[in-house]
């Protein structure tokens, strides 16, 4: 590593959004560490990045494990001092309505996509603002975390916490020159729908309605590296929310201007979907 190149640390990285950053910045001259529990699609990034000619450190690592993130933060430390910039993005999906929703859910979805973010900051933040030299720091919510979702209760709680969270430390952090940033995407083509759990349905229905929603999502998803590139883009401002996708602009201004209508929309889109993979499912039943 030369002193001059610039480092960031990227979290659920092996895939989607993740992987499409710590490409990015790679490319942009970065060294990059990115963590992941994907261990085989983990190890082909690093490979990557490398190829760019920068350096990169890559851990088998649980966002949701606060151990876990202080022994990899600790040890990245030692290598090389505070990072420079760091992207919050390890996520899970998580549906269905509050009822058909267990304890174990909610904890299991809180602990990685809002306690994740938490752990991140604690042990990145304080280096960067010891350090003196500012920074950035980027945490990925999404539409959800500003427009209520039906049957997404869990998913909107923590996607909303990561909202204000980064709102308030962009307020606090300014003064040692390091900017948050929030991005908010709507739907974008990643696996995180077919990896994620659904609630509230039988086992066969839940397949063909994952199937169906995954599919929506790989045909009008915005792409992981338009992401990237706005993460990318934030860097060296002040920071602030960012949407990214048409879908999501659309969803948040018209929830501001006309929140009936966007309910109502909302549930009629939810209904064809239920009905395409209703039908969906008995076409294959009939082939079968």
Same mark, same amino acid.
Request: charge should be negative.
């Given at each position: 590593m030369t002193a001059t190149r610039r480092r960031v640390v990227v979290t659920g990285a092996a895939s989607g959004i993740g992987r499409a950053t710590a490409l990015l910045f790679a490319n942009a001259g970065y060294d990059v560490a990115v963590c992941d529990v994907n261990d085989v699609q983990l190890a082909s990034v690093a490979k990557e990045i490398r190829a760019t000619g920068g350096q990169a450190w890559s851990a088998i690592v649980d966002v949701s494990d606060r151990d876990?993130?202080?022994? =990899?933060?600790? %040890?990245? @430390?030692?290598?090389?001092?505070?990072?420079?910039?760091?992207?919050?993005?390890?996520?899970?999906?998580?549906?269905?309505?509050?009822?058909?929703? *267990?304890?174990? &859910? =909610? %904890? =299991?979805? !809180?602990?990685?996509?809002?306690?994740?973010?938490?752990y991140g900051c604690h042990f990145f933040i304080p280096p960067m603002?010891?350090?003196?030299?500012?920074?950035?720091?980027?945490?990925?919510?999404?539409?959800?975390? !500003?427009? +209520?979702?039906?049957? !997404? *209760?869990?998913?909107?709680?923590?996607?909303?916490?990561?909202?204000? !969270? /980064?709102? /308030?430390?962009? =307020?606090?952090?300014?003064? @040692?020159?390091?900017?948050?940033?929030?991005?908010? +995407?709507?739907?974008?083509n990643t696996n995180i729908v077919r990896h994620g759990r659904m609630r509230g349905f039988e086992a066969e229905e839940s397949v063909s309605i994952r199937e169906e929603v995954q599919k929506q999502f790989v045909q009008k998803g915005a792409a +992981?590296?338009?992401?990237? $590139? $706005?993460?990318?883009? *934030?860097?060296?401002?002040?920071?602030?929310?960012?949407?990214?996708?048409? &879908?999501?602009?659309?969803? @948040?201004?018209?929830?501001?201007?006309?929140?009936?209508v966007t309910r109502w929309l909302a549930d009629w889109q939810r209904q064809a979907a239920l009905d395409r993979a209703a039908d969906a499912d008995r076409s294959t039943k009939a082939e079968g």
């Open positions: 876990a993130m202080r022994t =990899w933060a600790g %040890e990245l @430390h030692a290598d090389g001092g505070a990072f420079d910039v760091v992207v919050n993005n390890a996520g899970v999906a998580l549906s269905g309505a509050f009822l058909d929703l *267990s304890l174990d &859910d =909610w %904890e =299991w979805l !809180l602990d990685i996509n809002l306690r994740g973010v938490v603002v010891e350090r003196g030299q500012g920074g950035h720091v980027v945490n990925l919510s999404s539409v959800a975390g !500003l427009v +209520p979702v039906r049957d !997404l *209760s869990a998913y909107n709680a923590a996607k909303f916490g990561v909202l204000g !969270l /980064s709102e /308030s430390l962009r =307020w606090e952090l300014a003064e @040692h020159n390091i900017g948050v940033t929030t991005i908010c +995407p709507g739907a974008v +992981p590296e338009r992401v990237a $590139k $706005k993460i990318l883009q *934030s860097v060296g401002t002040r920071g602030g929310v960012r949407i990214v996708g048409l &879908d999501g602009k659309i969803i @948040h201004w018209l929830n501001r201007l006309a929140p009936t």
